[in-house]
């Protein structure tokens, strides 16, 4: 079993940096499978914002140019 297979939605979201609103929201919800909802798409939204992040730097590094392939 993987490591983070045995993790509750309090251990996944102890391991990632959060919006301090969505870890309270976390807290503040009873159902597990509602939290897990919750904390897969705050996990998705991160994940997005990270490509576009790495996008911005690559665009940076070529100073504007285009690639053409």
Request: hydrophobic residues 45%; without cysteine.
């Amino acid at each position: 079993m993987g490591e983070l297979e045995a993790e509750n939605s309090y251990g996944i979201a102890a391991r990632v940096e959060l919006p301090a609103e969505t870890k309270q929201a976390l807290l503040e919800l009873r159902s597990e499978p509602d939290r897990m909802r919750m904390l897969g798409n705050a996990l998705r939204a991160l994940v997005a914002a990270l490509a576009r992040s790495r996008e911005i730097a690559e665009r940076a590094k070529m100073n504007g140019k285009v690639v053409v392939e």
